[in-house]
């Protein structure tokens, strides 16, 4: 067996380290090891490529896995959906799209809308942010839009007190770029390394005044985009792809880290999922009850929102309106449902979903 024993690797100068298959590994980072759940958008457990519509102010609305929208009661409107259409050659089979159903084109100055992840304090603890060590971080993803000129995001803490606002252009209409975003973590403020948002990232597709900042610097306010960008939301019929989304440490963005679906799938299974419940047998008289235990395919970031997504049943005794969930925790949860009248024979399914979105 033949060994190799060196001290480094490095180019034909000799100044920097070599690429391997077209990545630069450093000290923390080699090819991949991705902080962004479901960068590709292949997981959309709850809409199964359906649509979703963005017009609540009062909370994020989901699409694909991981993903969110966020927009405003009144005034724009904007849809987001799972989309096959993917840049050509990189080996992705989904992206996000965003369309601008209701345009807003006079954005009020504290008004919002953006597409985001957050990404929860275990994930990224290692990148010291918040302290005098704070890694080097490196943001990539696919773009696309019918729109063209410069286009802005942020990077945020979990409190919304620290912001990295960055800027990107795009210079074709309707054609995939990727855009690389390198920064030096923040050293000051308060990052949650716990179960909590320890960093989140978003797209800016409309942001008022007062959320608008300079591109690339650390901020001690909540900022959402750049000044003097492109809003998306004030063109009726806007398009805006991404793709390949990846947060990793380290200053060169390594290839897309491809993860197996089921690993995927299970990583997005810690926020939301959907579960099966049922029960068959014999019952008792009116009021006897029936329970069966449903336990989560992963545990679960927090003690989720349960919600009955279906219910069916063999006879009128079992009810939809009686299903309830209780001893809820991070594991599983007890389905139960009392019977209405007297037994016999009987059965019922239900599907539920389960949610500790950050």
């Avoid at 958008?41 to 609305?61: C, E, F, K, P, Y």
């Avoid at 960055?166 to 855009?179: D, G, Q, Y």
């Avoid at 197996?260 to 068959?280: A, D, F, K, P, V």
């Avoid at 009955?308 to 001893?327: C, I, K, P, Q, V």
């Amino acid at each position: 067996m033949s060994e190799l024993k060196v001290n480094a690797i490095t180019d034909a100068s000799g100044g920097n380290t070599a690429s391997i298959n077209g990545a630069t590994p450093t000290t923390d980072n080699l090819m991949g090891r991705n902080r962004v759940i479901n960068g590709d958008m292949r997981i959309d457990q709850r809409n199964a490529g359906a649509s979703v519509t963005v017009n609540n102010a009062a909370a994020l609305q989901y699409s694909v896995d991981r993903f969110y929208g966020y927009g405003q009661t009144s005034d724009g409107v904007f849809t987001l959906q799972q989309d096959a259409d993917v840049p050509s050659g990189q080996g992705f089979r989904n992206s996000l799209k965003a369309t601008v159903t209701t345009a807003d084109a006079s954005i009020g100055a504290t008004q919002l809308y953006q597409i985001g992840q957050r990404i929860e304090g275990f994930n990224v603890a290692d990148l010291g942010l918040g302290t005098a060590s704070a890694a080097q971080i490196t943001f990539s993803f696919w773009v696309r839009s019918s729109l063209t000129g410069t286009f802005g995001g942020a990077l945020q803490n979990g409190g919304q007190n620290r912001s990295y606002p960055f800027s990107f252009s795009i210079s074709a209409a309707n054609t995939w770029e990727k855009k690389t975003i390198t920064l030096t973590g923040d050293t000051t403020g308060t990052w949650l390394t716990t179960n909590g948002t320890g960093l989140e990232v978003i797209w800016g597709l409309g942001v008022g005044s007062t959320y608008l900042g300079t591109a690339n610097a650390w901020s001690g306010s909540y900022l959402s985009g750049v000044t003097g960008q492109t809003q998306v939301i004030a063109t009726n019929g806007a398009t805006f792809y991404i793709t390949g989304v990846q947060l990793e440490a380290g200053s060169v963005a390594t290839s897309f880290e491809r993860r197996q679906y089921g690993t995927e799938l299970s990583l997005c299974q810690r926020y939301y999922q959907i579960n099966n419940s049922g029960w068959t047998g014999v019952s008792g008289g009116a009021g006897y009850s029936t329970s069966c235990n449903v336990n989560f395919f992963t545990d679960m970031r927090a003690t989720p929102t349960i919600t009955r997504l279906t219910f069916t049943s063999g006879t009128s005794r079992y009810t939809a309106a009686n299903w309830a969930a209780f001893g809820t925790n991070n594991y599983g949860f007890v389905a139960y449902v009392p019977a209405g009248s007297a037994g016999g024979n009987d059965n019922w399914k239900a599907t539920s979903s389960a949610e500790a979105e950050l």
